[in-house]
């Protein structure tokens, strides 16, 4: 199906989007080529082994949806480094299991909790069906005319919500 929308003429293109987002999106104008990125969702089931750490890609890959998987990416990153530096100043060695489990147990809700969002979001507006089609339009709808819950929303997108690590607060480590 995929395929089939990047090789879609632009008029059934924008149509197409326009069914899925309706007036979310108001008028869509197609400018320049399509491309096609799988949809594909992987959560590692470890992010640590002997004297090793997974972040961003290498640990969590999310769908392409508003740059999220850069988001975690940084929060991963950023957890990271105040783990290690942390040890450092107790004088641990910073590749000890202990010390990167710190990292793999503050980052692996998180990234398991953002990783389903993200999926349930890529699923509600992939479907077609009328009952998902009526509550994707009323939540969109609600998202637009509830200030309160639009800021929540815009807050949750930037990735600053949860346990964020010091970096990410305009803090030094």
Do not use: C
Not at 11 to 19: C, D, I, K, V
């Amino acid at each position: 199906r995929a395929e089939a929308l990047r090789a879609a003429s632009d008029e059934a293109f924008q149509s197409h989007l326009m069914r899925r987002f309706g007036d979310f999106l108001d008028d869509v104008t197609v400018v320049g080529p399509r491309f096609v990125y799988p949809l594909s969702l992987q959560l590692a089931e470890a992010l640590t082994a002997p004297r090793i750490a997974l972040i961003g890609d290498a640990a969590h890959g999310v769908h392409p949806v508003a740059g999220q998987g850069l988001n975690m990416g940084l929060k991963d990153a950023a957890a990271l480094a105040e783990v290690l530096v942390e040890a450092l100043r107790l004088g641990e060695d910073i590749g000890a299991e202990t010390v990167l489990d710190r990292y793999a147990r503050w980052r692996r809700f998180d990234n398991a909790a953002l990783t389903a969002g993200f999926d349930g979001f890529v699923r509600l507006f992939s479907n077609d069906l009328p009952p998902v089609r009526l509550a994707r339009t009323l939540g969109i709808a609600a998202v637009n005319r509830i200030p309160a819950l639009r800021r929540a929303f815009m807050h949750e997108a930037g990735g600053a919500t949860g346990d964020l690590p010091r970096l990410l607060r305009g803090e030094a480590v």
